[in-house]
């Protein structure tokens, strides 16, 4: 069983409605959790970033974490062509190693 | 300005060759890493460098030997390539203990 599971989609949705994105992990060790954004053939690019339990907004992105049910997500409102791309969950605990999950491919249709 | 800077973005050589990628980072981070994607995208880190040390050296064959002449420059040697070494390589930097990690482009090496 890997550290940190993800859904690998695609997650197909028309334009304007609500991406849910979501991880589960086991390692009760994970403080930091991150969400990264990857076009094709480009480098994987930070979009949030939590530290412990709780929500953050930026935007149209909402992070949530609930370290109870070791269970993030990521909501992105009011979705864009543009927000067509393949999305990370990461995570680290104490030390600098980031752990991934796989990535969910999301389709945003116009 | 490109942050985190990554030499070749595409390599394509034989089994048996050796290689090198080269990484370059102007944020003034103390900490490189190499990361290794797979064909399902599945991101693994392989090495992480502090200051010119190497701090985290995950289970990679010793044909992968990074070196770090200073804290802005990583590189990957790889030596003897195999098929299977095929993959997105990614070079990425932070602060120490920083969760923050900011990534190149990616080179991608296809191994025939």
């Known amino acids: 069983q890997k550290e940190v599971e993800q859904d690998p989609g695609p997650l197909s949705v028309p334009e304007g409605a609500i991406v849910s994105l979501n991880c589960t992990y086991s390692?009760?060790?994970?403080?930091?959790f991150m969400w990264y954004r990857q076009y094709s053939r480009k480098g994987p690019e930070l979009l949030m970033y939590?530290?412990?339990?709780g929500n953050k907004e930026d935007g149209r992105f909402t992070a949530q974490v609930d370290k109870s049910s070791k269970y993030i997500s990521l909501f992105i409102r009011d979705s864009q062509p543009s927000d067509s791309a393949t999305y990370l969950c990461?995570?680290?605990?104490?030390?600098?190693?980031?752990?991934f999950g796989g990535g969910t491919r999301v389709l945003v249709k116009p | 300005d490109t942050a985190v800077s990554q030499t070749p973005k595409y390599l394509v050589t034989q089994m048996g060759n050796d290689k090198s990628i080269k990484c370059e980072q102007n944020?003034?981070?103390?900490?490189m890493y190499w990361y290794k994607q797979d064909s399902k995208k599945f991101l693994k880190i392989m090495f992480s460098?502090?200051?010119?040390?190497?701090?985290i050296n995950e289970t990679v064959p010793n044909r992968f030997s990074p070196k770090s002449p200073d804290k802005a420059h990583l590189n990957l040697h790889i030596n003897s390539l195999e098929l299977g070494d095929s993959a997105v390589y990614f070079c990425?930097?932070?602060?120490?203990?920083?969760?923050?990690?900011?990534f190149g482009q990616g080179t991608r090496l296809t191994v025939v």
């Open positions: 990425a930097s932070s602060h120490l203990q920083g969760a923050r990690a900011f």
């Open positions: 390692n009760s060790a994970f403080q930091y």
């Open positions: 939590t530290y412990s339990s």
């Open positions: 990461a995570m680290k605990a104490a030390g600098n190693k980031l752990t």
């Open positions: 944020l003034g981070h103390d900490t």
């Open positions: 460098y502090n200051n010119k040390e190497l701090i």
